[in-house]
């Protein structure tokens, strides 16, 4: 039933309470002027007292309608008040009694202590409305009206901020048995890959390089699978925020292996999860451009930073460099990888890019991308 099911189950008892109480204050009441209707009126509470109770006990059904109901049968059954006990007199409470204030309770423990808030003052309205200005002009601070009011607020409001800090206590504790069942996971799997692929990468890697040729160069391949999945499962996930968030650190270190040397800050890289995953991309399209222009040789280094809120990561490589007017032509002639997957990747991201190389020297792509949502 979760965290709300014991708030539900009370405010059960608060309404069978009050309802019995309303019901002896009727039989000691001597001074009723339709006792008749007021039998009636506690039928009535009798009947949605019930019905709240089945209600309020399926979640589905604690919706704006139902409490909507609940509390337009509250407030007719309180402005009944004047015809069932006659001319109104001081110190009474209306034949509600304290049964009227289990729909502002209701309201704030589904919908926070501003839910609350305004269920009382609804119910309170409704009750200073009929008694008039005169309870509170004579009897002042100390009058039952006034103390009502007080009470039905600080009820609604007091009772909804409770019951929302238990349901953020409850989403957090969800979260990390969440993410200790994903860590157990996670180990479990790493145990897998490393009694299985891992020894038969690295012996595919071994023997490769004995016999040479062209196994020589599978070896090397499977050598940079191992240290690339071996990256992958031993590296520590920092799991998504609550507001959406993630680490880019992560992403980054999937692209590590043989030829390509990560490095990150010690402490997260928080960025909004969108952003996170679209600047990875651009990383990889960097890294991609690297295999495809500068040879399975090459090496490739990945740096990332923060600082006054913006990310910046930088794809170094040690190829050849890109020519003066390279990339020009290559936009002209309809080779957008560059254009569309780093420089439009990042650019919609809000953030730029630097490419700096000269021939013999390299290349150097920097990416800066603003780490909080614009």
Partial sequence: MG??????RTIAVFR???LVY??????RADGYHRPVAAALVMGVMAAWTAVTIYAYAAPRLRGWPVLGADMLVTVGCLLATPYVQGPYQAGNLPITATWMGAPVIAWGVRH???AGAAGAAVVAGTDLWLRGIRDVSEFGLAS???NGVVLLFFAGVLVGHVARLARRAEERVQRAVEIEAAGRERERLARGIHDSVLQVLALVQRRGAEIG???AELGRLAGEQEAALRELVTIEREPAAATGDCDLRPLLRAHGGAGVTVSTPATPLHMPAETARETAAAVAAALE????????SAHAWILAESEGGVVTVTVRDDGPGIAAGRLEEAAAAGRLG?????????????GRVSITSAPGQGTEVELSVPAVRP
């Fill in 289 to 296: 451009n690297v295999r495809r222009h500068c040879g399975e």
């Fill in 144 to 146: 039952v009206s006034v």
């Fill in 3 to 8: 965290v709300e099911g014991p708030f539900w």
């Fill in 16 to 18: 069978v309470a009050s």
């Fill in 22 to 27: 309303a019901a002896a204050l009727l039989v």
């Fill in 112 to 114: 926070g202590p501003v």
């Fill in 338 to 350: 560059v254009a569309q997957s780093i420089l439009g990747r990042v650019a919609d991201l809000g």
């Fill in 213 to 215: 040729g062209e196994a």
